[in-house]
T-cell receptor, first 116, second 112 residues
Framework: GENVEQHPSTLSVQEGDSAVIKCTYS??????FPWYKQELGKRPQLIID?????GEKKDQRIAVTLNKTAKHFSLHITETQPEDSAVYFC???????????????FGIGTKLQVIP | NAGVTQTPKFQVLKTGQSMTLQCAQD?????MYWYRQDPGMGLRLIYY???????DKGEVPNGYNVSRLNKREFSLRLESAAPSQTSVYFC???????????FGEGSRLTVL
C-alpha cells in the first residue's frame, strides 16, 4: 500500500518568514495530493491540493509543488502569520481500488508554530 | 447546511464496554470514512464506505465494526472497548473517492 512520510514533525518560524513542509510517497500510481490544516481542537480542513498533471499550484500565501519523478511534494507558506500556527497534514491518494475508490493515506503531521 | 455531524463528542468507557459512534452528512456524498487520530501517528483509516451498501477495511480495522445505514449515515461500533482504542475519532465524507474530505468535529474516546 501507499506510504507517506512527512517532515519535519515540528517547525518554528518567526512571523513573516517562510515555512516549508516536505512529503514523500511510495506508490507511483498516486495522483492526488491534498494538504489539510488542523487548528488545536478542531477538525482537519483542506487548504490546497494538487493533481499529478500539474507541478505547482498557488493560492495567495500558500503553494504546493509536486515532483512525480522523485515522488515528493511540498507545502510552502510565505509571510507567515500567527494564525498559520496549526498542524499540517499531507496526504496521497490514487493507485486504484474497487469501484474507483482511492484510499487516502496521511502523513504524521507537522506542528507549525509562528512566533510573533 | 451542517456538513458532517458526529456524536458523541466525548465518551469515557470502561474496558469491555461497547458503544457506537454516529455520523451523518447532509452533502449527498457517496463516500464516508472513519479515521482515528493519535499523537505522532497522523490520521489512520479504520473503515470506509465507497458508496451506499458497501464497506471495506482500512489500515486499522481490528476491534471495530461499521454500518452504512443509508447514504447519509455511517456508524462505528466498538464491541468490547480496550485502552488501546483511546483516541480521537473523525468521521469524514467525500463526493467521490477522489477528492476533498470533509471532516466532522471529532469524538474523543477514553477507555479506562
Amino acid at each position: 500500500g501507499e506510504n507517506v512520510e512527512q517532515h519535519p514533525s515540528t517547525l518554528s518560524v518567526q512571523e513573516g518568514d517562510s515555512a516549508v513542509i516536505k512529503c514523500t510517497y511510495s506508490d507511483s500510481a498516486s495522483n492526488y495530493f491534498p494538504w489539510y490544516k488542523q487548528e488545536l481542537g478542531k477538525r482537519p480542513q483542506l487548504i490546497i491540493d494538487i493533481r499529478s498533471n500539474v507541478g505547482e499550484k498557488k493560492d495567495q500565501r500558500i503553494a504546493v509543488t509536486l515532483n512525480k519523478t522523485a515522488k515528493h511534494f511540498s507545502l510552502h507558506i510565505t509571510e507567515t502569520q500567527p494564525e498559520d500556527s496549526a498542524v499540517y497534514f499531507c496526504a496521497a491518494s490514487g493507485g486504484g481500488d474497487s469501484g474507483g475508490y482511492q484510499k487516502v493515506t496521511f502523513g504524521i503531521g507537522t506542528k507549525l508554530q509562528v512566533i510573533p | 447546511n451542517a456538513g458532517v455531524t458526529q456524536t458523541p463528542k466525548f465518551q469515557v468507557l470502561k474496558t469491555g464496554q461497547s458503544m457506537t459512534l454516529q455520523c451523518a452528512q447532509d452533502m449527498n456524498h457517496n463516500s464516508m470514512y472513519w479515521y482515528r487520530q493519535d499523537p505522532g501517528m497522523g490520521l489512520r483509516l479504520i473503515y470506509y464506505s465507497a458508496s451506499e451498501g458497501t464497506t471495506d477495511k482500512g489500515e486499522v480495522p481490528n476491534g471495530y465494526n461499521v454500518s452504512r445505514l443509508n447514504k447519509r449515515e455511517f456508524s462505528l461500533r466498538l464491541e468490547s472497548a480496550a485502552p488501546s482504542q483511546t483516541s480521537v475519532y473523525f468521521c469524514a465524507s467525500s463526493e467521490s473517492g477522489t477528492g476533498e474530505l470533509f471532516f466532522g468535529e471529532g469524538s474523543r474516546l477514553t477507555v479506562l
